[in-house]
């Protein structure tokens, strides 16, 4: 008895003495089944040849990373992917900016008019996809109907190599500009308002305000939008896979698209897992560049 | 007869319980009684019919038989992964033409010729001699049968019966005819409406299945008899050539997105003359809810080539046996398989709609009496007797080879240079072929 | 440099009369303050000048030009901000500029003046830093540097030192006088503290609930008050408010109020008539009581006796606080040789001269 009090003390001592260590276990534990394995899993496989269902991962080196920069689709890829992520995000952030500016102002009906347009954000992204695709559809799509009905030509749209990603980049811009104006918007509600008359004073007019107050002020806000919309516009998939699943052809199949066929439509585990790594690369190295940005803009 | 002796049999069993089987059929069916069996499944038509009947197995046998199903892109994935975690899972439905290489080398099907010969596993009246022998051979991998037909397609050429007849128009025998044909009704206006001439899948991987049967029909193959890819060859290119040409003169804006949806519904709206997809796609143009055209439609198989030659594909469901599951439980899982596919079932299957691979299903009076598009059925037949069941390309990443053949035929209906196309997937299919 | 005239300005926001018929005349170079408590219009006031919120009704002419409806930039003022308003993406130098540079001054031209408003400013060392980096005198120095580099016709002040703490305030208070003689403008100044309106005016407006109470050199309005509010309002500490009756008796006017009853001077006389009998309101400023000294006798009626409540003592001066039968003051004394203790009743004589008398009703100033 008195053996067994003594151990259940020495253990409890034992506890308290590392509390910082045994009460966050669970939660580190969990994190690294959920977080830390899955990655490294990934970036074991990135050093093999495996397709999903035969034999074992081989160990092949580098000859992924390899494979990879001969690999035209890898370049298409990339292509597809600064091609719709530059436009995108540019004009999202260039219209979700000038819009923050007309809701920042006080009119009548300015609540409602928000609530309206922030529909398209809040709406699912594979349900909405969905509906562009029939609008988008050059024989039976509402699209054609109204562009003929005003004496306009119809549009291929998705189904043409040169009109899919203007197309998806239009789609995406109507989904998420919303979500940068909201942003935005909150960053141009929390600015302090003294800077701008004083401005008016100083003689500014209202683009000069713009462009060398409101500009360099909304900097910081501006560069998160544009970090958190990269990160899921980056690696777009829902919306394009829904759309086009990278047709006509591979003519929109971003980096991000041709990594999810090779890994779960090819089931080629290991080159797909080198794929998603370089298209984690570019995020990442995106991001980064991003970060600097925004802490050289002036704090407020 | 048989089958007749069989249900008797099955009543008094029900009835009477504790006598025998054995005293009425060769099979002892109580033989894995006790036995708990699991099969994956396709959220597919056939399961809708077979599940409500398990009980009845399960009286019968004594086996305990749990289905777990899934809609079927969800439905590949969890099959794959379950089986390659090795799961307990002792039979599963499988497209053979798409996954039978892969699942084959992976070790995941179990060859049934064993279980057929046996007597005492199977019954005469189960009459394997009963399938099309297209489906048969299609179910088999190196000479070994892998799965049971439980659900029998092809694809048919489905015209517009009221404007050929309106126009005089032949239905097309050749392929030549079949563009002619299709030039003639290209931009004509039917009701106010422009139509086109023919519609095609043609969204690279998706329209491979269709224009498999072009390739085979203009003598062409998926690889030569070195095994390497016979893209390049002038027989695939007339192939790609003639599909991606039809397509894009006399077909819809924007053929390169066309997928069966979108090609059906075109038909549909009564926009396209003729429309070349799968067989079982009549219960759409015949809906008159979903179809502007019901009532109009002929149905023919595959125009000839230009050696006269007729070789559509055939493709199929199957219930495979795990080849990872225990002896055991794989002998419950044979009788399960055989119950399923009886005739019984088939036929019951077949006026249920879901098209059977045997062909007693298809002659019996039962679903004579309910047809209604007798020369769809005669064209079905045709093709099924015809029909050649390797309609991918024979390998193990299938997935991965259809999606190079589909950049050709999307190079070929953009009107781009289809010879230079094919070269260079010809290089990366021997690249990436996995056998 | 200019005048700045304001007719009959009105401005309402919604059911809220915030300024309210209000005309002054500002002179030219004139440093002229808009003292008032906080809500009393006069920053609005200025913001109208200024062109930041439109003018509801009237009229503002700078010089002799009708500027209702010109933008700000045409108006050639300059504003100092309360909160600075500092750019804050751009250093100090850049700051100071940009109102040249917006108006295309050339560059040599901006550079020359931005270095005279330093060096006027003693912030030649800060060009460089960014507002963030500089103090809040430092800030308020860049913010009044940007508005004197544009040498503009007047200079809008609003409350540009009341988020300074207390010995800076004194300190900026005797510069930005001392840069008004420098730069010889005319001057609008807004703020809430009497003192600062009293110490840099040339002359004071007083402004109360959006309407003007009273214009004056500092002087006049401490010596003068318009009424009561004025009156409460200037100096510091408050005027004491006693509620009392006028009575005659005997040829010679009483203030009484209720506890103690002192005669008014004979200047005051004329005034009072009409008001006999009629409750009014006795002024006294703290600074006009006295501790009575035995020495000079009984006094002339003008001393009360009072309970010393709570003294504070501020060395050379005390403040004490009195109860004078039902009725609570505060005296500002020089401090006496024996410090007095709390409830020590002591004698206190009035400076009867310079008391004032409200009519209670209208508040107005009788004497």
Same mark, same amino acid.
């Given at each position: 008895m008195i053996a067994m009090n003594r151990a259940l003390s020495a253990i409890s001592r034992f506890v308290n003495r590392r509390q910082a260590f045994f009460f966050p276990a669970p939660a580190v534990a969990v994190l690294f089944l959920i977080i830390v394995l899955p990655i490294a899993f990934n970036l074991y496989l990135t050093f093999t040849k495996w397709t999903i269902g035969l034999g074992e991962p081989r160990f092949i080196g580098l000859a992924n990373f390899v494979e990879l920069f001969g690999d035209e689709r890898v370049w298409n890829g990339v292509k597809v992917m600064v091609y719709f992520s530059g436009a995108s995000l540019a004009l999202e952030l260039a219209l979700g900016l000038m819009i923050a500016l007309y809701f920042n102002r006080a009119f009548k009906g300015n609540e409602l008019v928000q609530a309206i347009y922030i529909i398209p954000f809040a709406a699912t992204p594979v349900a909405v996809a969905l509906i562009w695709r029939i609008m988008l559809n050059p024989e039976i799509g509402v699209l054609n109907y109204l562009l003929t009905s005003v004496g306009l030509p119809p549009s291929l749209w998705v189904s043409s190599a040169q009109a899919v990603v203007p197309t998806l980049v239009m789609v995406d811009v109507w989904k998420w500009t919303p979500m940068i104006t909201l942003i935005v918007l909150a960053g141009l509600k929390s600015l302090p308002q003294d800077p701008f008359e004083a401005a008016r004073i100083d003689g500014a007019n209202a683009l000069q305000i713009f462009w060398y107050i409101t500009l360099p002020l909304i900097r910081p806000v501006l560069i998160a939008a544009l970090m958190l919309r990269s990160l899921d516009n980056l690696k777009e998939f829902d919306m394009i896979y829904t759309i086009t699943q990278g047709g006509p052809g591979i003519a929109s199949e971003t980096l991000y698209l041709y990594s999810y066929n090779v890994g779960f #439509?090819? %089931?080629k585990a290991g080159y797909g897992s080198a794929l998603m790594v370089v298209v984690f690369m570019i995020v990442l190295v995106f991001n980064v560049v991003m970060n600097r940005l925004r802490r050289d803009a002036p704090a407020v | 007869m048989r089958s007749v002796r069989v249900v008797v049999a099955l009543t008094v069993l029900l009835c009477v319980g504790l006598m025998s089987a054995t005293a009425f059929a060769a099979v002892d069916w109580k033989q894995s009684q006790g036995t708990e069996i699991r099969f994956l499944m396709n959220k597919h038509p056939f399961t809708t019919y077979i599940e409500p009947k398990v009980a009845e197995f399960e009286k019968l046998t004594g086996i305990k038989v749990v289905i777990e199903a899934f809609p079927e892109d969800q439905y590949r994935n969890k099959r794959t992964i379950e089986l390659n975690a090795g799961g307990k899972v002792d039979g599963y439905m499988i497209m053979p033409g798409q996954d039978d290489l892969h699942y084959w080398k992976a070790g995941w099907l179990q060859p049934l010729d064993g279980y057929i010969a046996d007597p005492k596993l199977t019954d005469p009246s189960w009459d394997p001699k009963d399938f099309f022998a297209s489906f048969a051979k299609a179910s088999s991998v190196e000479g070994k049968q892998i799965g049971i037909v439980i659900n029998a397609e092809t694809s048919l050429l489905a015209y517009r019966k009221d404007l050929f007849a309106k126009f005089k128009q032949k239905v097309p025998t050749t392929m030549k005819e079949l563009e002619q044909v299709a030039k003639f009704f290209h931009g004509k206006e039917v009701d106010g409406k422009k139509m086109v001439g023919i519609t095609l899948r043609g969204k690279g991987a998706a329209a491979t299945s269709q224009w498999v049967d072009f390739l085979y029909t203009f003598g062409g193959s998926w690889t030569n008899s070195k095994g390497? #890819?016979? %893209?390049? #060859?002038a027989e695939d290119i007339a192939a790609f050539k003639f599909y991606g040409d039809l397509l894009r003169k006399y077909g819809p804006q924007g053929g390169t997105m066309l997928h069966w949806a979108e090609s059906t519904s075109s038909f549909m709206e009564g926009k396209a003359a003729m429309i070349y997809d799968a067989n079982v796609f009549k219960a759409l143009y015949e809906n008159p809810k979903e179809s502007k055209v019901s009532g109009k439609i002929g149905y023919a198989v595959i125009p000839a080539g230009p050696k006269g030659k007729r070789l559509p594909h055939v493709s199929n469901w199957s219930l495979s046996i795990s080849k990872t599951s225990p002896p055991e439980r794989q002998k419950a899982a044979w009788l399960f398989v055989q119950w399923a596919t009886n005739k019984e079932n088939c036929l019951g299957a077949l006026l249920a709609g879901v098209p059977s691979g045997r062909a007693s299903s298809w002659k019996s009076k039962e679903y004579k009496a309910g047809d209604k598009q007798p020369d769809w059925t005669a064209a079905t037949m045709k093709s099924f007797d015809i029909g050649q069941g390797q309609w991918n390309p024979p390998v193990i990443n299938v997935p991965e080879i259809r999606d190079i053949t589909g950049q050709v035929i999307v190079a070929a209906i953009e009107g781009k240079d289809v010879t230079e196309a094919a070269k260079k997937a010809a290089e990366l299919m021997d690249k990436k072929m996995e056998r | 440099m200019a005048n700045v005239i304001l007719k009959n300005l009105v401005k309402r926001f919604n059911a809220v009369t915030a300024v309210d018929n209000l005309s002054i005349e500002i002179h030219d170079r004139e440093f002229a303050v808009l003292v008032g408590p906080s809500g009393c219009g006069k920053t609005t006031a200025l913001r109208m000048i200024a062109g930041l919120e439109t003018i509801t009704s009237g009229e503002i002419f700078i010089g002799d030009t009708l500027v209702n409806d010109m933008a700000p930039k045409d108006r050639d003022i300059a504003m100092v901000f309360q909160n600075y308003a500092l750019y804050p993406h751009m250093n100090v130098r850049d700051n100071l500029g940009f109102g040249l540079k917006i108006r295309k001054f050339p560059q040599e031209e901006i550079d020359s003046r931005v270095q005279e408003a330093a060096d006027i400013l003693g912030i030649q060392e800060l060009l460089d830093r960014k507002p963030k980096e500089l103090s809040g005198g430092q800030r308020q120095r860049v913010a009044v540097g940007r508005a004197i580099v544009r040498k503009p016709k007047v200079f809008l002040f609003d409350e540009p030192l009341s988020n300074l703490d207390a010995k800076l305030r004194v300190a900026m208070r005797a510069e930005i006088s001392k840069l008004h003689r420098r730069l010889g403008a005319t001057i609008i100044y807004v703020t809430h503290d009497q003192v600062e309106a009293m110490t840099m005016a040339d002359r004071i407006f007083i402004m109360h609930n959006g309407a003007l109470q009273q214009t004056g050199m500092p002087l006049e309005v401490y010596g003068q008050p318009a009424n009561r509010f004025v009156a409460g309002f200037i100096g510091s500490p408050a005027m004491n408010f006693i509620e009392a009756a006028l009575v005659r008796d005997a040829g010679a006017w009483f203030i009484d109020a209720g506890g103690f009853r002192v005669r008014a001077p004979e200047a005051f006389y004329a005034r009072l008539e009409p008001h006999a009998g009629r409750p009014v309101i006795f002024g006294v400023r703290p600074e006009d009581m006295a501790a009575h000294d035995p020495a000079a006798g009984a006094g002339d009626g003008n001393t009360v006796k009072a309970r010393a409540d709570v003294v504070e003592t501020l060395g050379s001066e005390i403040f004490v606080y009195l109860t004078c039968g039902a009725h609570s003051v505060v005296a500002r004394m020089e401090a006496p040789e024996r410090p007095l203790t709390v409830g020590q009743t002591l004698e206190v004589d009035l400076k009867m001269v310079k008391t004032h008398i409200f009519d209670k009703e209208t508040s107005r100033t009788i004497v």
């Open positions: #439509s090819f %089931f | 390497q #890819s016979n %893209f390049a #060859s | -």
